[in-house]
């Protein structure tokens, strides 16, 4: 029989009658003849209130023991989801990751997955079992549950999806899908109806948080198509998958944005081999996320380095860069923590020339000054001041026709 | 190193105020040389939350599920312990019914403990880490996540404390001790210092609700040592133990009652071989727990027959004997739901004579009626009008002396 994954969000399981709602869509799919895998998360609030009482007992908290708490909210969810399923007449059960096991390294709290053992869930598919797993959690090789980080269900999802080499895996959620670009933006916005897995990164990590990065990569990895739907009506949602399952691509899919960036340039920076590393190793060392990095062209073999980290990062990486002062060399820093990224993303791009071009005289037209420039084989990104953001991404949503189908 | 199980209820554990002033007691013994293994309920009202979200699903539920769900409370409760205990600077990890594994049939709701496997614990106590175990909980041997039913903690503790051969077992909870009778009913009742196993199970079944009977005869059977003491002050309170380690035993120990009792009758009963299995069968079947059984002398071949009932169980009691009409034939029924038991309790009657004869007179003194008389190796036990219940046992009390130490 085929296996579904089908995976709900917190939002999706915020209450008792929420659940049942999830539950009468595992039905749908189970008297379709799925063989059904679910994963859940925590009731909505209920992560919350559990890291509070972590926090509230101790700032420099033991991982091990978070993970023991936090990971109490899926336990509860998995048993009411199959209690509920059992309700509907579905045959149900509920799984810890230790009862699969899910198998993770060490790393409490964001733990990776390592493995999943799915022999004794296949025989119970055998019994006519549908499973209910607790998502974003695992068990480390010393037998203590480990979590896998916030928005981890998506991950768990995905991995058990393709451990158990399931057709489609269905995230569901609070939103119908993957929108071209944000709605409360442009409410021009479109559904867009198959985006290959490489794009959805992007749009990922550029700020359209629908789907855990880390989930996407894993699905691309093992070529589990997704599919982003909402848990509040019946319209299909967004399927994620492999380009070579897109028919016709568009050559730009989407625009994303970062609004709370911060840009740090470096002036007259020596032009020497190890520049770059003496730089960006710090930062690295600090766990500051470096976006976009460029350099000036040399000048009497001195330089201009201009990078940007997100807002939360600025004031650590301004510190980071001061204190190794002496190492880099350079002349002065120049802040500007009043900027935005928008970036058009779409694999059509490899094969269509001219996007970047397309995309600066959008901005031109409107006036919106460009301060930096990165591009990537599906994305081209740019930098502006923040005020004109909203500005630049209807701008460019509407010179790409992406409102039209 | 010596070890001591250390067990905190659902009031001692109810916030993380409450946690801490646990986490101090431990981290007392901890520093007086103790090994010590925790064992921790669920916070107050956490369990009660649970329950009502199983029974909003479903009142028919699936009670491997239903354990799922409540256990997590417990699973909370030991890792806010452990990390508490770490802040105090007692090295300390949680531990879950299944990472001992404490091994239980599949009786899953009211399971009982069939072993456990201390060798992990074991190996900790070596690298120094204190134990924090969550209680009411094991592993069946489907590795599904099973509960021992209400108030298991207790037998939890003891059970561990048995498989660990530790020194004692101490019961923390909202009272300091066991008394010689309540102290609500009898403001001079007295706390007592040692109690025997045996007059512990007399008076926890009788009505002194302290300790689980279970966990009480477990400690017996393996002959660990109990402490039952407060969470909320720092006064030795009641050991139980062996009767062997009590030097001078009291000839009446305690007074126990049972507010809620009542009497059925049946008259004319015919005096047959095979009669009383006729009716406490059915009653059995029907999981009517009866109580005291008297059978009169017999007349011309029939008899009374009296049994006593507690008063949730008496309308099942009674439509479970007139269902049984036919098969026992008895002439008429009698039903007396306004009675209360009052037993005195002590080993010392085993080798004194006069204890029923001495309780029956300070009885008749205060012209209480004595309606049905049981009595057992180291209890007598007198069922009267309930209106009697608490001068009967404030005269009892008094008869034997128990406010005196």
Chains 1, 2 share one sequence.
């Not at 990569?217 to 009506?233: N, W």
């Not at 709370?260 to 020497?272: F, G, P, Y």
């Not at 779409?346 to 001219?354: C, K």
Request: hydrophobic share 45%; aromatic share 6%.
């Amino acid at each position: 029989m085929a296996i579904l994954v089908m995976k709900f969000g917190g939002t999706s399981v915020a209450d008792l009658d929420c659940i049942h709602n999830a539950a009468l869509k595992v039905k749908r799919e189970v008297d379709a003849g799925w063989q059904v895998a679910v994963v859940v998360s925590a009731m909505s609030g209920e992560t919350n209130r559990l890291v509070k009482l972590v926090r509230d007992v101790s700032t420099l908290y033991d991982a091990r023991e978070y993970d023991a708490i936090v990971a109490s909210g899926e336990q509860v969810t998995s048993g009411l989801m199959a209690l509920t399923l059992q309700s509907l007449g579905v045959p149900a059960r509920s799984w810890q990751g230790w009862q699969m096991p899910m198998r993770t390294d060490s790393s409490h709290g964001a733990a990776r997955i390592e493995g999943i053992d799915t022999d004794a869930m296949l025989a119970k598919f055998d019994e006519g079992l549908h499973a209910v797993c607790a998502g974003f959690q695992g068990v480390s090789s010393d037998n203590r549950i480990a979590t896998l980080g916030r928005g981890g269900s998506d991950t768990s999802a995905v991995a058990l999806a393709a451990a158990l080499g399931a057709e489609r895996c269905d995230i569901y959620t609070d939103v119908d899908g993957v929108y071209t670009t944000d709605p409360r933006l442009e409410p021009d916005a479109r559904k867009i109806d198959r985006i290959a897995f490489e794009e959805m990164l992007e749009l990922a990590s550029q700020g359209a948080k629908v789907l855990q990065t880390r989930s996407v990569e894993l699905a691309m990895r093992y070529k589990v198509p997704l599919q982003v739907r909402s848990s509040f009506s019946d319209v299909p949602g967004t399927i994620v998958c492999d380009e070579e399952e897109i028919v016709e691509s568009n050559v730009v899919t989407g625009v994303a944005f970062q609004r709370e960036e911060a840009k740090i340039t470096l002036q007259n920076v020596s032009d020497r081999p190890g520049i770059a590393a003496a730089i960006f190793g710090p930062l690295a060392d600090a766990n500051v996320n470096v976006d976009m990095i460029v350099q000036n062209i040399s000048d009497d073999g001195r330089t201009d380095m201009t990078f940007t980290v997100g807002a939360d990062d600025f004031e650590r990486a301004k510190a980071t860069i001061e204190a190794a002062r002496d190492d880099i060399g350079y002349e002065g820093l120049v802040a500007d923590r009043d900027v935005a990224k928008v970036s058009v993303v779409g694999i059509g791009m490899r094969s269509h020339t001219g996007v970047a071009q397309r995309m600066f005289a959008a901005l031109a037209e409107e006036g919106v000054n460009i301060q930096v420039i990165t591009t990537s084989e599906i994305k081209v990104s740019v930098l502006v001041q923040r005020k004109y953001m909203e500005l630049a991404v209807r701008s460019l949503h509407a010179a790409f026709g992406l409102a039209e189908a």
